[in-house]
C-alpha cells in the first residue's frame, strides 16, 4: 500500500487512529453474545436447486449490486486510515462490492486530509460508493461528502450512544430530526440512515420512511460496540456498564415494519451463514465492518479479496442448499428463532411462528410442500 501526504495530526485524527485500533482489537476477543445463532433454517432435504440458477445480483438504492453484501462505514483521515482506505477500495473493485466511507466529516473540516477518502473512488473508479456523515452536518455538508468521492448514495449516521460515552462526545441531540430532514430534502442521490451498532427501532424506521429516507441500515449490536471502544478512550472507563446497549440486528429485522425504508443490515456479521440469515429476515443487503477490517489488517487488500469471493462463493452454496435463486428469495426460506432474541420478540409483541412455516405457504414448482421457495416481492420491489 503506498503513502498517503501525512496530514495534520488533530484530537480528530488521533480519534480516528484510535478507533480503528480498538475496534480491531475489540473483534478479536470472543463475542458477549452472538445474536445471528439465535437464528437457524429449517433443513428441508429435498428442498436443493443448481448452484448455476443462483443469480446473487440485487436491486438497492436504485441500483444492481453483483452481491447482496458490503463493505461498511469505517475510516479515513489520517496516513494509517488512508492505507486501509485504499485496501478496502482495492478489495471492493476486485470484487465488485459496494463500499462505504468513514465519516466524512474530518475532510470537510480540514481539506488536506481529504485525500485519504478520495482514494476509495481513485483506486474503485466504477464501484457504488457510499459517503458518510454524522447525522449533524448541515445539508451543504452533506453535499460536499457526496461530491468529495463521486458517491452514489449517502450514509447519514446517528450515534448518540457514541456521543454519550465518547470523551469528547457531543450531547446535543434536540436537533438531529430537523438536520436529517435537511439533508434528504436537498440530497442529489439516495440517503441511508444508520445506526453505527445499537440498532433502529420499528419507531425510528417508520419516522425516518415519512422524512423521504431511502434507505435504512439497522447496524445493530453484536459485533463492534463502540461503547466498548470509547469507554476505552476515558481515562475512568466509567461506562463499562452501558456494553451491549441497543438492539441486535436480527432483532431490528424481525420487528421492521413494513413502511420501513429499504432494509440494510449490518453489526455482528461474522460468516456467510450469518449474511443469509439477515436477508432471510428481510434485508436487501448485508453489511461488514469489524469482520473485514482485522481481515485488511492482517493481510492487507489481498487477503480481503479472497476471503470475500470466498463468502460470495459460500453464498451462492447456501442459496442453492436453501432452494432460493436469489438472495431476496430466502426471505421465504423456514426460519427458527431462539435466545434472547425470541425473548425479546416476545416481549415487543413479534409473532415468530409464522417464519417457521413460509415456504409452505408458496406453491412450488415441483408439487412438494417445501420445493423451490419464491421472492417475497412486496418488501423487496418497494
Ligand atoms: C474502526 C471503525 C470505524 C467506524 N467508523 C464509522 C463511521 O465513521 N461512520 C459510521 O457510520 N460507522 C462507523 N463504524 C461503524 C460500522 O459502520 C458498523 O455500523 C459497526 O461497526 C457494526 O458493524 P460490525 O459489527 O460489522 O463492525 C465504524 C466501525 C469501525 C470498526
Given at each position: 500500500m503506498s503513502a498517503?501526504?501525512?496530514?495534520?495530526?488533530?484530537?480528530?485524527?488521533?480519534?480516528?487512529?484510535?478507533?480503528?485500533?480498538?475496534?480491531?482489537?475489540?473483534?478479536?476477543?470472543?463475542?458477549?453474545?452472538?445474536?445471528?445463532a439465535d437464528v437457524s433454517f429449517v433443513h428441508h432435504a429435498l428442498a436443493g436447486i443448481d448452484e448455476d440458477l443462483v443469480d446473487l445480483s440485487v436491486q438497492v438504492l436504485g441500483a444492481r449490486w453483483s452481491s447482496p453484501l458490503y463493505i461498511n462505514a469505517m475510516t479515513g483521515g489520517t496516513a494509517e486510515t488512508g492505507r486501509i482506505n485504499r485496501a478496502l477500495a482495492i478489495a471492493a473493485r476486485e470484487t465488485s462490492v459496494a463500499l462505504a466511507s468513514g465519516s466524512v466529516s474530518i475532510a470537510l473540516d480540514d481539506p488536506s486530509v481529504a485525500g485519504t477518502f478520495r482514494v476509495l473512488r481513485e483506486e474503485n473508479p466504477d464501484g457504488f460508493v457510499l459517503a458518510n456523515v454524522g447525522i449533524e452536518r448541515s445539508a451543504d455538508d452533506a453535499r460536499r461528502a457526496v461530491d468529495l468521492l463521486g458517491a452514489d448514495a449517502l450514509q447519514v449516521h446517528v450515534?448518540?450512544?457514541?456521543?454519550t460515552v465518547m470523551p469528547e462526545g457531543r450531547r446535543a441531540f434536540s436537533s438531529w430530526q430537523r438536520s436529517l430532514a435537511a439533508i434528504v430534502a436537498s440530497a442529489e442521490v439516495p440517503v441511508v440512515v444508520k445506526e453505527v451498532g445499537f440498532g433502529l427501532s420499528p419507531e425510528t424506521l417508520t419516522l425516518i420512511a415519512d422524512l423521504g429516507v431511502t434507505g435504512a441500515d439497522v447496524a445493530g449490536r453484536g459485533g463492534t460496540d463502540f461503547v466498548r471502544v470509547e469507554n476505552a478512550r476515558r481515562a475512568a472507563h466509567d461506562y463499562d456498564y452501558l456494553i451491549g446497549w441497543g438492539q441486535s440486528a436480527v432483532a431490528c429485522l424481525?420487528?421492521?415494519p413494513e413502511r420501513s425504508p429499504q432494509l440494510l443490515a449490518s453489526g455482528g456479521v461474522r460468516t456467510p451463514l450469518d449474511v443469509a440469515r439477515a436477508l432471510a429476515l428481510g434485508a436487501r443487503a448485508v453489511g461488514v465492518s469489524g469482520t473485514f477490517l482485522?481481515?485488511?489488517?492482517?493481510?492487507?487488500?489481498?487477503?480481503l479479496v479472497t476471503r470475500i469471493r470466498q463468502w460470495q462463493e459460500h453464498l451462492r452454496a447456501?442459496?442453492?442448499?436453501?432452494?432460493?435463486p436469489e438472495p431476496a428469495a430466502l426471505a421465504r426460506a423456514d426460519v427458527i428463532v431462539r435466545g434472547a432474541t425470541a425473548e425479546y420478540c416476545r416481549a415487543r409483541g413479534v409473532n415468530l411462528a409464522p417464519l417457521a412455516?413460509?415456504?409452505?405457504?408458496?406453491?412450488?414448482d415441483h408439487g412438494g410442500a417445501h420445493g423451490q421457495i419464491h421472492a417475497e416481492r412486496s418488501r423487496h420491489d418497494r
Open positions: 498517503e501526504p501525512v496530514p495534520a495530526e488533530s484530537a480528530s485524527a488521533e480519534r480516528k487512529d484510535d478507533h480503528v485500533r480498538l475496534a480491531a482489537a475489540q473483534y478479536e476477543r470472543s463475542p458477549a453474545d452472538e445474536p445471528f450515534n448518540a450512544v457514541q456521543e424481525l420487528e421492521a482485522r481481515v485488511v489488517l492482517d493481510g492487507g487488500p489481498d487477503a447456501l442459496c442453492a442448499l436453501l432452494g432460493a412455516h413460509r415456504s409452505a405457504a408458496v406453491p412450488t
